[in-house]
């Protein structure tokens, strides 16, 4: 099992008790039960019947050396079960039969025999849901229990008042997203978003969103101010990613400027020139051109922003695997051979102009590092050589 446990029992394939995820095991003398999928680690079918087991146990003395010699042949059939018993017999027939001790993880310390379980308590660890874990990892597994539980909640409690929201009869669920601050309410708010027709109250969401301190709901609106096909949803986002900026941002962004979708790229462009910091210039004059697929070799390639906008907010955004793909990237996924063109990017031009102060020295890069270089660059100090040398 999953926990570390065993269980012998034989699973009811013909059940109409559980769900796809569930499974349920007969249990010989106990009845039957149902436990998860993702609880069962491994299955092992010994290649013996129980029949087969007792006729060849009784072979065998009950003595140390044919314990375990019947300990052995256990473990050659897959009978786990049976060999930790025999083997435990064999050490309490003979304390000191080293095969045995071995088998069953003991180790010799200082003339002793040492348990697996001792060992393992002696570097801090303790036994706990079936598993050897420390107490640190005991107290991480029970907050983000406790994370789920919460986020579970404000799921349901935000789905609720959304379904009475301008209900007249029945009980009236009252939230003052004003005041909502806590991290755990994000993944239910972005649900709520995806599934929101009144734009008045989506943009409302996302104003909570960028008012509430969570990594996830702020990861959210970057890239959603780029990613989203809606122009006012996109416009939004920005927005909401200006109230909590922060230079590190310009990372994030510049990553998009070596993105396949030349869209993307002009996307991006335009975060850097909102977020209004100087660092973005070098790798924006780097990205005045950039390599794409020709029209012709584009036509039948996924591209998100090529994708009409939604009604909603689209909260699932581009496929995973092509979220942050390069041109490269993408030619490493193909044995095709695409035609490629170097085109100018406008809006990577535009926020060029935009943090130079209006200055403009068209497509070429150099123009625009050389002017970084000269209003940025850290000055040298003066240095005054004394009389006295």
């Not at 299955?43 to 019947?70: C, G, M, N, R």
């Not at 993944?187 to 008012?211: D, F, K, M, S, V």
């Not at 070098?282 to 998100?304: E, Q, S, V």
Request: with cysteine; aromatic share 10%; charged share 25%.
């Amino acid at each position: 099992m999953a926990n570390g446990g065993q269980l012998t029992a034989s699973p009811n394939h013909d059940s109409k008790r559980v769900t796809v995820d569930q499974v349920e095991l007969d249990v010989e003398q106990y009845g039957s039960i149902v436990v998860p999928r993702d609880q069962i680690k491994r299955i092992e079918s010994p290649q013996v019947t129980e029949d087969e087991y007792f006729d060849h146990a009784s072979k065998f003395a009950d003595t140390a050396e044919d314990q375990w010699k019947l300990a052995q042949w256990c473990k050659s059939q897959g009978l786990d079960l049976c060999f930790h018993r025999h083997a435990a017999r064999v050490l309490e027939l003979d304390p000191e039969f080293a095969d045995a001790r071995y088998a069953l993880g003991y180790q010799r310390r200082s003339g002793r025999w040492v348990s697996q379980d001792e060992i393992m308590r002696d570097r801090g660890y303790i036994r706990h849901g079936g598993r050897w874990t420390t107490v640190q990892e005991i107290a991480l597994d029970a907050a983000r229990a406790q994370r789920r539980a919460n986020q579970v909640e404000w799921a349901q409690y935000l789905k609720r008042w959304r379904q009475r929201l301008g209900k007249e009869h029945g009980p009236t669920i009252l939230i003052n997203f004003d005041q909502v601050s806590d991290p755990d309410a994000v993944p239910g708010l972005i649900q709520l978003l995806g599934r929101e027709n009144n734009r008045e109250l989506a943009y409302r969401y996302l104003e909570t969103l960028g008012r509430i301190e969570s990594s996830q709901g702020r990861t959210f609106l970057m890239e959603n101010a780029i990613f989203q096909n809606d122009p006012n949803f996109r416009h939004r986002c920005q927005q909401e990613v200006l109230s909590f900026k922060h230079p590190k941002m310009v990372e994030f962004y510049v990553v998009f400027l070596n993105h396949y979708d030349r869209n993307i790229v002009n996307r991006a462009a335009v975060m850097l020139a909102k977020l209004d910091y100087p660092t973005a210039i070098a790798p924006l004059a780097n990205a005045l051109h950039t390599r794409h697929l020709t029209d012709i070799a584009a036509r039948g390639t996924y591209f998100h922003t090529t994708q009409a906008p939604t009604p909603r907010f689209d909260i699932v955004g581009p496929k995973a695997s092509f979220r942050r793909m390069s041109l490269s990237e993408f030619f490493a996924r193909t044995n095709n051979v695409y035609g490629t063109e170097v085109l100018a990017n406008p809006g990577v031009h535009r926020a060029l102009v935009e943090l130079c102060d209006g200055e403009d020295f068209g497509y070429d890069p150099n123009p625009w590092k050389a002017w970084y270089k000269k209003a940025y660059a850290p000055k040298s100090p003066p240095i005054r050589l004394s009389r006295d040398l």
